[in-house]
């Protein structure tokens, strides 16, 4: 069975709301998830992944630092050819969705357009979660 990791950081829980709402989206479509805040995270649970999907909240227009330690740390592993793609809760900037996505790029890494949620989602913002986790998985089982 295909496998995707999501990792992610969230202070005030609206980005880990949306994890959660895209690990559903990915399992639907029959595809095993790994789910983690990055705190709980071993860099050795993104190796052996067919995608790898990181989230974070939005705080002084940058990724937060325990995320980015995560990400320095992924340079060891082979992602390339993987897919990959980002999704942030934001309140007035959204450029962490493409710092992300682009640090995935530098993996080699097959990216999708991330996913960008207004502070805490609400049923239609988890929806929009739920449909990108699909397409992940789709795009995982190579469709
Ligand atoms: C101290 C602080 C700094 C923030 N900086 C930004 C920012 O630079 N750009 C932005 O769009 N939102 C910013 N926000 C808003 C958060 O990104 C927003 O509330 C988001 O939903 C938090 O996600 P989380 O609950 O997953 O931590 C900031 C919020 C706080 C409290």
């Known amino acids: 069975m295909a ?3 999501i990792i992610y ?4 829980h609206n980005t880990e709301m949306m994890a959660k ?8 479509e029959k595809v095993e998830v790994k789910l983690f805040h ?5 860099i ?3 190796k ?3 995608g790898l999907i990181l989230g974070s909240g939005t705080y002084h227009h940058e990724i937060m630092p325990a995320l980015e330690v995560f990400i320095e740390r992924a340079k060891d ?4 050819g993987k897919v990959g793609a980002a999704f942030c809760s934001y309140g007035w900037s959204p450029e962490v969705v493409d710092l992300i996505t682009n640090r995935l790029k530098g993996f080699g890494m097959e990216t999708l357009e991330g996913l ?13 979660c739920r449909e990108f986790g699909k397409n992940i998985a789709k795009k995982v089982k190579g469709g």
């Open 3 to 5: 496998k995707v990791a």
């Open 9 to 12: 950081d969230s202070a005030t």
């Open 21 to 28: 709402a895209i690990a559903e989206g990915i399992k639907s």
């Open 38 to 42: 990055v705190h709980e995270a071993d």
């Open 44 to 46: 050795g649970e993104i």
């Open 48 to 50: 052996n992944i067919d």
């Open 77 to 80: 592993v082979d992602l390339k």
């Open 116 to 128: 960008l949620i207004h502070e805490k989602p609400d049923e239609a913002g988890l929806e929009k």
